[in-house]
């Protein structure tokens, strides 16, 4: 997709606090995130997920260079947003530079404040996601402890960064993976 129309589309949808939805993995295209764009950079974008019932989700940093299709004012994002409205949903605050990559400044901070995260990642045309908590970030070097539905740890797991496709956290599953954790 057009990089130039994808920014002037996301942001349009930010100004007017419009949900939309983006697609950005090719290997499954009926697969996409739902919310409101917090922010665009000229190589990400930062959502603010709204789940299939209306309710708040966390967030999602996601390259825009995946990014093939966004879907804009549509009836199923009006009915989210109105129920969003009625049911007083609320995201919690998220705050992270957007000075440098976005990306190493998300990990920096869930490594640093101890925030579980979910990596998708493309290695080698298979994807692939991660759950749990970022150990270390060496510039395009990123140690990531995985983690199962339990909290129980598959290991270190070692990948680069231009490997990432997006980062969420916040999530309702990334909070009881907390919990299960501590």
């Given amino acids: 997709m057009d990089r130039e129309i994808l920014c002037r589309v996301l942001k349009n949808a930010m100004k007017a606090q419009t949900i939309v939805y983006i697609y950005n993995d090719m290997t499954s295209k009926d697969e996409r995130y739902g919310g409101f764009v ?45 129920l969003y409205l009625l049911n007083q949903e609320r995201h919690e605050e998220f705050a992270v530079s957007t000075f440098g990559n976005l990306l190493v400044n998300v990990l920096t901070l869930a490594m640093d404040q101890k925030i579980a995260i979910s990596v ?43 490997s990432i496709i997006d980062i969420q956290l916040g999530s309702r599953d990334l909070k009881n993976l907390a919990l299960l954790y501590e």
């Fill in 38 to 82: 917090q922010s665009v950079t000229k190589d990400y974008v930062v959502m603010q997920i709204v789940s299939t019932q209306a309710r708040a989700s966390g967030y999602l940093i996601a390259r825009l260079d995946v990014v093939f299709r966004v879907d804009n004012g549509g009836q199923s994002a009006k009915r989210a947003e109105r």
């Fill in 120 to 162: 998708f990642l493309d290695q080698d045309e298979e994807r692939e996601s991660l759950n749990g908590y970022v150990r270390h970030v060496v510039k395009e070097h990123i140690v990531m402890e995985d983690l199962d539905d339990d909290a129980e740890s598959y290991g270190e797991i070692h990948f680069e960064l231009a």
